[in-house]
């Protein structure tokens, strides 16, 4: 958080707040940093649109078959970091 400059770790595999159904959205479509090759943008391109793009576009990948791997940190996996600041267009985030 921005403004309390705290710190902290997500990972939806063990994040007791997320709803079961919830976890493999949150994996593949919730600001997980993607690195990703110039065939699969050109297959898939981002939608034009300012909300939930990234899992669009994971999304899309995933019903063309495209293999997709999510980075293992420990016992966490997958893991994101976010910076929280009260201006965001995702409510806080």
Known sequence: DVK?????????????LLEHEQRESFQYGYGFSFVYTKAAWELVKFPDTEWSED???MGRLQ??????????????FPLAA????????????
């Open 4 to 16: 309390d400059q705290s710190f902290g770790f997500f990972s939806p595999n063990r994040e007791p």
């Open 55 to 57: 899992g669009d576009f």
């Open 63 to 76: 019903l063309k078959k495209v293999p997709i791997e999510l980075v293992r940190s420990g016992d966490a």
């Open 82 to 93: 976010h910076t929280h600041h009260s201006d965001s267009t995702s409510g806080g985030e």
